[in-house]
């Protein structure tokens, strides 16, 4: 199971703030680590703290990348370049996050060939998609490695889309194929992470749940102790 916490911009997930909620998660994975081997977690920390936290923790924990660019060492003004991130220590990438989507299906190709740099340096593709039928297209026609399923409505709320929209999750599965699908938006607890397992999605993308508690280890503990 993955547990993948998007820290975003979050004034509690930047900076200092965002080397301390690593270490938490470094923390409770080692912890968890001694009964769950199977819980994997990673964190998706902002572009500007990605070398700092690389430099610390990337031996010790996943760290993804929020975005990058289809973009390469030269000319390349202000991108930022998979292989940048590959050297650094950075294991994967968040691409198409509907909060930094790329334009829709008229220009699917710059989201292709986003993820086909970023996979050609070394990266892990979580590829973001709002509907069931969105991430099965950008499944078949990409070589991402996991598509997260997120309906933007419900991100950032408090209700979460295993509960209130626990079919959405078995059509992913079953539109994109088992062991690849992430679920996310409003996902705050282990029952919401069971669901998600029972239904058949690989893990889960989480945001608020954790950046915005005020007791994030004993959130991660709850997530991670869920079972399918
Ligand atoms: O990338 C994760 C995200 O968009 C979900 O956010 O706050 O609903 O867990 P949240």
């Known amino acids: 199971m ?6 975003k911009a979050y004034p509690s997930a930047v900076f200092e703030n965002a080397r301390q909620l690593v270490q938490t998660h470094i923390e409770v994975q080692t912890d968890i680590l001694k ?40 000319s390349s003004t202000g991108k930022i370049l998979p292989e940048m991130l590959y050297q650094m220590g950075v294991k994967g990438v968040i691409l198409n996050h509907s909060e930094n989507r790329f334009p829709s299906e008229n220009d699917f190709e710059a989201l292709r060939s986003t993820i086909a740099c970023a996979k050609n340096a070394g990266l892990t593709v ?16 990409s070589n991402a490695d996991f598509i997260a399923i997120e309906p933007p409505e419900l991100i ?13 999750i078995s059509e992913s599965v079953t539109k994109i194929g088992e062991k690849k699908v992430l679920i996310g938006a409003g996902i705050k607890t282990g029952k919401d992470v069971s669901i998600a397992l029972k239904k058949g999605a690989i893990g889960v993308l989480l945001a608020s749940g954790v950046t ?6 004993t959130v991660l503990q709850n997530l991670a102790t869920a079972h399918q």
């Open 2 to 7: 993955i547990i993948l916490t998007n820290f």
């Open 35 to 74: 009964t769950r081997p199977d819980v994997q977690f990673a964190v998706a920390v902002n572009t500007l703290d990605l070398q700092s936290l690389c430099k610390e923790f990337s031996d010790h924990i996943d760290i993804y990348a929020q975005h990058c660019d289809n973009a390469h060492f030269g």
């Open 126 to 141: 979580v590829c973001c998609a709002e509907t069931a039928e969105e991430g099965a297209f950008l499944s078949q026609h």
């Open 156 to 168: 950032g709320g408090d209700v979460s889309v295993s509960t209130s929209r626990p079919e959405l």
């Open 212 to 217: 915005k508690s005020s007791h994030p280890n």
